[in-house]
């Protein structure tokens, strides 16, 4: 569903944010991305979601190329920042009308979908109210229930779990998976080290820019804890 190669991002400066990194993302898999601050998993997202130019490298979304294809590969997609960028002077239930029409989604789609979502999430009686009114964590919430309604088959998640209460952080657990399990996949970044074990089928862990780990999580796991391999290879890297 998602195939990275040979990526390549250089800041003006000379900062190499993200070196030559080459992993896929399988229909049907979750694959969690770990890293320190600055070890270039958000620039890496942005690039894979075809809002940042890259350097060298390929990034394909189901067959279709990000820099060549870019409206294609978009619509096979959804990508949701750490802090969503909504309009705050549209009600709610405007905005996800907004996203639907963008997507070319029916009444009877938008309908059931904006239902399903909105009462799972718990905010079905704050659609009609402006976005400028909403706290952060219900702003997170409708910038997933946009994501969730266009039922992209690729979703990337840059730290999604951030203003979410534990609530609405397991109801967005079930429909990764249900998501998931109807064919589409997740590639999502995190620091809750704990969630990405339980959630995740695979692991990839990135270092100054390099991907420097990545398979099966019982596999990156082991005997130990995805924290303390972490911490391990942290501590690696800061002796190099």
Do not use: W
């Amino acid at each position: 569903m998602l195939s990275i190669n040979h990526l390549t991002k250089t800041y003006p400066g000379g900062k190499r944010a993200v070196d030559d990194l080459s992993l896929t993302v399988e229909p049907g898999e979750i694959l969690g991305f770990i890293g320190h601050n600055g070890a270039g998993k958000t620039t890496t997202l942005r690039c894979v979601a075809g809002i940042m130019e890259f350097d060298a490298g390929e990034v394909l979304i189901d067959g279709k190329s990000i820099e060549k294809q870019p409206v294609e590969a978009k619509r096979k997609m959804a990508f949701l920042p750490d802090n969503p960028d909504i309009y705050e002077f549209m009600t709610g239930i405007a905005y996800l009308n907004f996203i639907a029409d963008i997507y070319g989604l029916s009444k009877a789609q938008r309908e059931e979908r904006i239902g399903k979502y909105g009462q799972a999430f718990e905010l079905t009686g704050s659609l009609g109210s402006r976005v400028g009114s909403y706290s952060h964590g219900m702003k997170q919430k409708l910038a997933l229930i946009s994501a969730f309604i266009r039922e992209p088959a690729l979703l990337i998640l840059d730290e999604p779990f951030v203003g979410l209460d534990p609530a609405a952080a397991f109801t967005m657990k079930q429909f990764l998976k249900e998501l998931c399990e109807q064919g589409g996949s997740v590639f999502f970044s995190t620091h809750v080290l704990e969630v990405a074990e339980k959630l995740c089928d695979r692991i990839a862990i990135i270092r100054g820019g390099r991907l420097i780990e990545i398979g099966r999580t019982e596999d990156v796991v082991g005997n130990s804890d995805l924290e303390s391999v972490f911490l391990e290879l942290a501590k690696e890297g800061a002796g190099e």
